[in-house]
């Protein structure tokens, strides 16, 4: 087997100079590659695939991240808000198509206060109890977390986007910090909240050293989920002119994170799937495990656009649970009829 794929396996780690290699790898290197992080995914996984439901909840947001479509400087961006029985419905219909995990996500909307959030969650949890719940709302306190944890929700998507001080600077405004978000991360892991962080693959400014530093955070934080998805360009973003990142190094990417941390939890991201009709497919067959189907309403999906063309817009939930059913099913896997918490033998 090729030599730098065989040393990311056995040492799970990788140099600095072999994550340089591997982006310039030939076609051939890639498939043993995406080979080898499918044969780690297989073992851990079997061949599981955990599907998420998504609930977007809000697309007010009261940061500015410079690449995305839903940031507070964009007057363009429609609005809106799911109110709690909506938001409970999208849950129940997922929980009748056979979703056991739904992510409530959405941007930093301070309408969404613990005590809100709290009944939110315990109105789920009671609905729907034999299924988790995990919270994607950016930045808050320690204490919040902690509430939110009480309440009963199991886990949270942060992505760090980068590890790296100085790109971290470049993607957000003066008042962000890679320091708070590292923090928060660290906190919500002491809470006990299985924890994503994760990175935008081909992002402005981004570079080798900074996935290198990305893979080190990554180490130091051990999370249960990665997040890994292609950067792709929102055309009332100051980052309109800058080029999306590639199918290709995002697939490169995943491979090198299921080599390193064999049992995390991997989505192959929607985002993947937008830049290629095969993308989440190819995603699947390089070491990812987990896909994220769209539970919102139809009538808002438009409005939560954080990049532009992202797929499945018209798409009712039952559509989107169908299509992805057969994709998984052509590609040879099949739905784990579970919840796919971390570190559960299937
Ligand atoms: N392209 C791809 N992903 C994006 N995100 C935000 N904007 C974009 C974009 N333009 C990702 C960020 C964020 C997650 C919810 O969506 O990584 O953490
Ligand atoms: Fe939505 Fe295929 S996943 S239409």
Redesign the pocket.
């Given at each position: 087997m090729n030599e730098i794929v065989e040393n990311i396996y056995k040492n799970r780690n990788i140099s600095f100079e072999e994550l340089k290699a591997v982006f310039d790898f030939s076609e051939e290197e890639r498939e043993e590659l995406f080979s080898k992080a499918r044969q780690v995914s297989i073992n851990s996984f079997g061949k599981n695939i955990y599907l998420r439901g998504l609930v977007e909840i809000s697309s007010f947001c009261k940061n500015d991240?410079f690449?995305?479509?839903i940031r507070k400087s964009n007057g363009r961006a429609e609005r809106y808000r799911l109110s709690e029985e909506v938001i409970s419905e999208c849950c129940r219909i997922g929980r009748s198509l056979g979703f056991y995990t739904f992510v409530l996500?959405g941007g930093e909307d301070e309408y969404f206060t613990d005590e809100v959030m709290e009944r939110i969650v315990g109105r789920i949890k009671r609905e729907c109890p034999d299924c988790a719940v995990t919270l994607?709302l950016g930045e808050r306190s320690a204490e919040s977390y902690k509430r939110l944890f009480e309440a009963s929700a199991d886990r949270y998507l942060l992505?760090h986007?980068t590890a790296d001080e100085n790109h971290y600077k470049k993607l957000h405004p003066g008042y962000m910090s890679l320091k708070n978000r590292k923090e928060c991360l660290y906190n919500l892991k002491n809470i006990g909240y299985q924890t994503g962080c994760?990175?935008?693959a081909g992002s402005p400014f981004q570079t080798v050293e900074c996935i290198y530093e990305d893979i080190k955070f990554m180490q130091d934080l051990q999370p249960h989920m990665i997040?890994i998805?292609?950067?792709?360009?929102?055309k009332d973003?100051p980052f309109k002119d800058f080029k999306s990142g590639s199918v290709k190094d995002t697939l490169v990417l995943l491979s090198v994170l299921r080599l390193i941390f064999p049992k995390v939890l991997l989505p192959a991201t929607t985002?993947l799937g937008t830049l290629d009709p095969m993308g989440r497919e190819k995603g699947i067959l390089a070491g990812a495990n987990v896909l994220m189907p769209n539970l919102s309403p139809v009538g808002v999906r438009k409005k939560y656009s954080?990049?532009d063309n992202k797929i499945c817009m018209g798409e009712e939930a039952a559509e989107c649970n169908v299509c992805l059913r057969n994709r998984i099913k052509r590609i040879g896997y099949r739905v784990a009829n579970c919840r796919g918490d971390y570190g559960v033998k299937y």
């Open positions: 991240c690449y995305c479509g996500q994607s992505r986007e994760g990175i935008m997040g998805g292609p950067y792709i360009t929102h973003t985002a954080l990049y």
